[in-house]
């Protein structure tokens, strides 16, 4: 994640340079102050969104929340955009001035500036929420807050919650992205779907928990069903049913996830159960292996994820690729074990992804597994389904041989 690091900030700031001057001394001071966790709050137009943050915000957690309403979710029409930060019926607001450069970047470094600017003047929060518009996709909004340990930002992205409203579930699925129709239908004839990808599955897509709000709303097998279809899209979410956006605690269910730290062996057999097609739009798929021996074994899972998310190519499989060419990946979690007891945490969205030392659940010898969880467009379609694991079987043999 580090190819928007040349652009200068450029952040219009009403006083000076306090900003960035109080972060120069972050990150030159030997002593950190704690991180302040942003859960990205999505969900289609009338989910519940509102519903949740003033739930959370009434409830009692003695934490000091702030709730940013987001404005930049949508990239396009972008002049100047605000982003309001309201707390005990006062709000400040910020500029953010993106008429010129590229847009992603200037968001990424302003969104995180302009937080960490507001926090300067109106003193640390415990935690941050940011309400998306409902047609924000948040595969643009994640990178923006999934920053570097290395830029020594104050603010850590904790996990993504998306809402879904039951009663309007299957017709929020079946509305497009924009006017675009993407058509799902790559096999052929004769298996023709009708699926198409919406705002809907994008935002379940990336969701570490999904909640189905308005639960009073449907009956308990129109429940059952839509829980199995989420589970379809993206089989790494766990899942929430609500009235009201009343979810039964914070902590742990909604809050202080850690989905971009922490990935637990758990979380990815959770993933690989059940496969169900009810959603060809968009799947999850699990690519697996051995633990690995060498360095060299792990460079080449990070020259394949390479070739996969930037080149949108798949080593090691000539066959057809070209007729492949209509997949795309929204998320990915894995546990990279190596025999030796150590362990790389896997985490990737979008094109962005992070091989990073994780704590081993073992003290000696592994006895895990890889695992790799991938969820994107059209990826449980079975012709791209089965050429990724061609490809990756391919790279895992070679471990192997290797070794010989
Ligand atoms: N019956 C019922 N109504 C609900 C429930 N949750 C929210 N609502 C209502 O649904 C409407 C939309 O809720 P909001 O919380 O504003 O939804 P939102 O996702 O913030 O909406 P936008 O910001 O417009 O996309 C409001 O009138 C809520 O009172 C629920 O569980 N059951
Ligand atoms: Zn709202």
Redesign the pocket.
């Known amino acids: 994640m580090d190819e928007d690091e040349d652009v200068p900030p450029s952040l219009v700031l009403a006083e000076g340079t306090d900003a960035a001057e109080a972060k120069l001394s972050t990150d030159l001071s030997e002593t950190k102050t704690p991180k302040v966790p942003i859960t990205i709050i999505t969900?289609y137009?009338?989910?519940?969104?509102?519903?949740l943050l003033n739930y959370i915000l009434t409830a009692h957690h003695g934490k000091r929340i702030a709730v940013i309403l987001n404005e930049f979710g949508n990239t396009s029409d972008i002049e100047a955009k605000s982003i309001t930060v309201s707390q005990n019926n006062t709000q400040a607001t910020e500029w953010l001035d993106l008429a010129n450069g590229c847009i992603c970047c200037s968001v990424k470094d302003q969104g995180v500036n302009a937080i960490e600017s507001l926090m300067d003047r109106e003193g640390s929060f415990d935690y941050i929420l940011l309400e998306t518009t409902?047609l924000a996709d948040p595969g643009n909004l994640a990178p923006i807050f999934w920053v570097d340990e290395g830029l020594g930002s104050t603010i850590y992205l904790d996990g993504i919650v998306t809402?879904v409203d039951a009663k309007n579930f299957e017709r929020s699925l079946d509305r497009p992205v924009g006017n675009e129709v993407v058509d799902v239908d790559a096999e052929g004839p004769g298996q023709h779907t009708g699926q198409h990808l919406s705002t809907a599955h994008l935002q379940i897509s990336h969701a570490d928990v999904v909640i189905v709000?308005?639960?009073?709303?449907v009956t308990i097998p129109d429940l059952d069903a839509i829980k199995s279809r989420v589970r379809a899209i993206n089989g790494l979410a766990t899942i929430e049913v609500?009235?009201?956006?009343r979810v039964p605690k914070l902590e742990g269910v909604i809050l202080d996830l850690h989905a971009y730290d922490h990935v637990t062996a758990e979380n990815l057999d959770f993933a690989s159960k059940g496969h169900s097609h009810l959603d060809t739009a968009i799947g999850t798929i699990t690519l697996t292996g051995a633990a690995l021996t060498h360095r060299t074994d792990l460079d080449r899972i990070d020259a394949w994820l390479r070739s996969v998310l930037w080149e949108h190519s798949l080593p090691e499989v000539l066959d057809s690729v070209d007729k492949l060419d209509n997949w795309e990946i929204f998320r990915m979690k894995g546990r990279v074990p190596f025999r030796d007891g150590r362990i790389k945490i896997l985490q990737g969205v979008r094109e962005i992804f992070e091989l990073a030392d994780g704590i081993s659940d073992q003290h000696a010898e592994t006895t895990e597994d890889l695992k790799v969880v991938l969820i994107g467009r059209n990826l449980a379609q079975s012709a791209i389904a089965a050429a990724f694991q061609s490809s990756w079987a391919s790279i895992c043999s070679q471990n192997i041989n290797q070794h010989k």
């Open positions: 969900g137009l009338g989910a519940g969104k509102t519903t409902g809402l709000n308005k639960a009073d709303l609500t009235d009201h956006s």
